[in-house]
Protein backbone atom coordinates (compact mmCIF):
# COMPACT_ATOMS: atom_id res chain seq x y z
CA UNK A 1 0.00 0.00 0.00
CA UNK A 2 1.95 3.14 -0.62
CA UNK A 3 1.70 5.78 1.62
CA UNK A 4 2.31 9.44 1.11
CA UNK A 5 3.14 11.83 4.11
CA UNK A 6 2.88 15.95 3.50
CA UNK A 7 4.77 18.17 5.46
CA UNK A 8 6.20 21.74 5.95
CA UNK A 9 2.46 23.73 5.66
CA UNK A 10 2.38 27.05 8.08
CA UNK A 11 1.48 30.42 8.53
CA UNK A 12 3.74 33.25 6.10
CA UNK A 13 3.19 37.02 5.23
CA UNK A 14 3.04 37.82 1.83
CA UNK A 15 5.74 37.61 0.03
CA UNK A 16 7.18 34.88 1.78
CA UNK A 17 8.07 31.27 1.18
CA UNK A 18 7.74 28.00 2.25
CA UNK A 19 9.00 24.26 1.69
CA UNK A 20 6.60 21.57 1.22
CA UNK A 21 7.78 17.30 1.59
CA UNK A 22 5.62 14.36 0.88
CA UNK A 23 7.43 10.99 1.54
CA UNK A 24 6.05 8.31 -0.17
CA UNK A 25 6.38 5.02 1.50
CA UNK A 26 5.17 1.44 0.28
CA UNK A 27 6.54 1.32 -3.25
CA UNK A 28 9.10 2.24 -5.58
CA UNK A 29 8.78 6.16 -5.50
CA UNK A 30 10.82 6.23 -8.78
CA UNK A 31 8.32 4.81 -11.05
CA UNK A 32 5.39 7.12 -9.84
CA UNK A 33 4.20 10.46 -11.44
CA UNK A 34 3.68 12.62 -8.74
CA UNK A 35 1.45 15.99 -8.42
CA UNK A 36 0.79 18.78 -6.04
CA UNK A 37 -3.12 20.03 -5.86
CA UNK A 38 -4.75 22.86 -2.91
CA UNK A 39 -7.96 23.25 -2.27
CA UNK A 40 -9.34 26.03 -0.35
CA UNK A 41 -12.37 26.46 1.29
CA UNK A 42 -15.96 26.33 0.03
CA UNK A 43 -13.60 25.45 -3.23
CA UNK A 44 -12.87 22.14 -5.62
CA UNK A 45 -9.36 20.51 -5.51
CA UNK A 46 -7.05 22.25 -7.64
CA UNK A 47 -4.07 21.23 -9.75
CA UNK A 48 -0.65 22.69 -8.85
CA UNK A 49 1.68 21.26 -10.49
CA UNK A 50 3.50 17.86 -11.42
CA UNK A 51 6.25 15.54 -12.33
CA UNK A 52 7.10 12.76 -14.03
CA UNK A 53 10.06 10.04 -13.54
CA UNK A 54 12.58 12.16 -15.62
CA UNK A 55 12.28 15.13 -14.29
CA UNK A 56 10.14 16.77 -16.23
CA UNK A 57 7.56 19.38 -14.78
CA UNK A 58 4.14 21.20 -15.68
CA UNK A 59 2.86 24.14 -13.78
CA UNK A 60 -1.05 25.44 -13.41
CA UNK A 61 -0.36 29.26 -14.61
CA UNK A 62 -1.46 30.72 -11.29
CA UNK A 63 2.02 29.67 -10.03
CA UNK A 64 4.39 29.47 -12.42
CA UNK A 65 7.85 31.72 -11.52
CA UNK A 66 6.66 31.29 -8.23
CA UNK A 67 6.56 27.69 -7.51
CA UNK A 68 9.13 24.73 -8.39
CA UNK A 69 8.28 21.61 -8.36
CA UNK A 70 11.27 19.03 -7.93
CA UNK A 71 11.44 14.83 -6.23
CA UNK A 72 14.52 12.84 -4.83
CA UNK A 73 14.41 9.69 -5.86
CA UNK A 74 16.92 8.59 -3.29
CA UNK A 75 14.83 9.86 -0.18
CA UNK A 76 11.75 9.24 -1.81
CA UNK A 77 10.88 12.57 -1.47
CA UNK A 78 8.92 15.31 -3.17
CA UNK A 79 9.00 18.96 -2.98
CA UNK A 80 7.62 21.89 -3.62
CA UNK A 81 9.13 25.15 -3.29
CA UNK A 82 6.67 27.94 -2.74
CA UNK A 83 8.35 31.71 -3.35
CA UNK A 84 6.41 35.22 -3.39
CA UNK A 85 3.15 34.09 -2.01
CA UNK A 86 -0.16 35.16 -1.72
CA UNK A 87 -2.79 35.45 0.18
CA UNK A 88 -4.88 33.76 -2.92
CA UNK A 89 -2.57 30.96 -2.42
CA UNK A 90 -4.24 29.93 0.94
CA UNK A 91 -5.48 26.36 1.26
CA UNK A 92 -5.17 22.76 2.38
CA UNK A 93 -1.84 21.11 -0.30
CA UNK A 94 -2.05 17.07 -1.16
CA UNK A 95 0.57 15.73 -2.76
CA UNK A 96 -0.40 12.71 -5.08
CA UNK A 97 0.84 9.92 -6.91
CA UNK A 98 0.14 7.73 -9.97
CA UNK A 99 1.86 4.81 -11.09
CA UNK A 100 2.24 6.27 -14.84
CA UNK A 101 6.29 6.79 -15.15
CA UNK A 102 6.60 9.45 -18.41
CA UNK A 103 3.10 11.13 -17.86
CA UNK A 104 2.27 14.67 -17.31
CA UNK A 105 -0.95 13.90 -15.02
CA UNK A 106 -3.39 17.00 -13.70
CA UNK A 107 -6.17 16.10 -12.88
CA UNK A 108 -7.15 14.37 -9.38
CA UNK A 109 -8.75 11.28 -11.21
CA UNK A 110 -5.69 10.25 -12.29
CA UNK A 111 -4.13 9.98 -8.87
CA UNK A 112 -5.17 7.16 -6.83
CA UNK A 113 -3.17 8.05 -4.28
CA UNK A 114 -3.20 10.87 -1.94
CA UNK A 115 -1.30 12.37 1.29
CA UNK A 116 -3.49 13.88 4.57
CA UNK A 117 -2.38 17.68 3.42
CA UNK A 118 -0.86 20.20 4.85
CA UNK A 119 -2.48 23.73 5.78
CA UNK A 120 -0.74 26.80 4.06
CA UNK A 121 -2.17 29.96 5.33
CA UNK A 122 -0.48 33.33 3.55
CA UNK A 123 -1.77 36.63 5.32
CA UNK A 124 -1.34 40.11 3.52
Known amino acids: QVQLVESGGGSVQTGGSLRLSCVVS????????MGWFRQAPGKERAWVSS???????TYADSVKGRFTISRDNAKNTLYLQMNSLKPEDTAMYYC??????????????????WGQGTQVTVSS
Open 51 to 57: INTVGTT
Open 26 to 33: GDTYSKYC
Open 96 to 113: AAASRPYYLLRSPSDFPY
